[in-house]
Nanobody, 122 residues
């Protein structure tokens, strides 16, 4: 079982930046594509982006492409989400996902973290 703990959320003004981190522990599989999802109030959880194990392939939702960047440091067992040019519509709880399968829409078939709140003010 993989345990995930997100951090780095907070309140930021529109146009600002935040960097989320996801600390990974437990039984991990080297082949896993990991990623981020988010859930806004009253909405279902949606895919944000994913990255393969080696870090050389990334995938993004259209709404964040060009603004968000996913990276991972396997030596530190940490997944990151750099968010730039934030918009009020990016406000949501952001979740780290342990095993993302890139179907349509992408889904997580592994563990979830507890989530971290990101609030973007206008």
């Amino acid at each position: 079982q993989v345990q995930l703990v997100e951090s780095g959320g907070g309140l930021v003004q529109a146009g600002g930046s935040l960097r989320l981190s996801c600390a990974i522990s437990g039984r991990t599989l080297s082949s896993n594509t990991m990623g981020w999802f988010r859930q806004a109030p009253g909405k279902s959880r949606e895919f944000v982006g994913a990255i393969n194990w080696s870090g050389d392939s990334t995938y993004y939702a259209g709404s964040v492409k060009g603004r968000f960047t996913i990276s991972r440091d396997n030596a530190k067992n940490t997944l990151y989400l750099q968010m730039n040019s934030l918009k009020p519509e990016d406000t949501a709880v952001y979740y780290c996902a342990a095993r993302v399968v890139l179907i349509t829409p992408p889904r997580n078939f592994g563990s979830w973290g507890q989530g971290t709140q990101v609030t973007v003010s206008s």
